[in-house]
Nanobody
């Protein structure tokens, strides 16, 4: 069983919205609270890239292409973090993954996001 499990992906029309969720049920609360978290994506033929991050003190950062459209958040009590995606574009099509920012975390299976024109 993997350390993190992503969910919430699917097929959506351009301009639509999706909310991705990442669960880390086997991470103890004290450790989870201290972690900086991220959402990554890998599009066909492309390398995996970090698209959004949130630190333990809830400082957030985004790549330019998703600013104003994506919002990352976290709920430490539930040991989850989220990516709210709005105004989706075909260029957002990718497999989305969640993980800690620090290298060495376990990669889950990802969740597919497909945006049709």
């Amino acid at each position: 069983q993997v350390e993190v499990v992503e969910s919430g992906g699917g097929l959506v029309q351009a301009g639509g919205s999706l909310r991705l969720s990442c669960a880390a049920p086997r991470t103890i609360l004290s450790v989870f609270t201290a972690l900086d978290m991220g959402w990554y994506r890998q599009a066909p033929g492309k390398q995996r890239e970090l698209v959004a991050s949130i630190t333990s003190d809830r400082n957030t950062n985004y790549i330019d292409s998703v600013k104003g459209r994506f919002t990352i958040s976290r709920d430490n009590s539930k040991r989850r973090w989220y990516l709210q995606m709005t105004d989706l574009k075909p260029e957002d099509t990718a497999v989305y993954y969640c993980n800690q920012l620090r290298p060495g975390g376990y990669w889950g299976p990802g969740t597919q996001v497909t945006v049709s024109s």
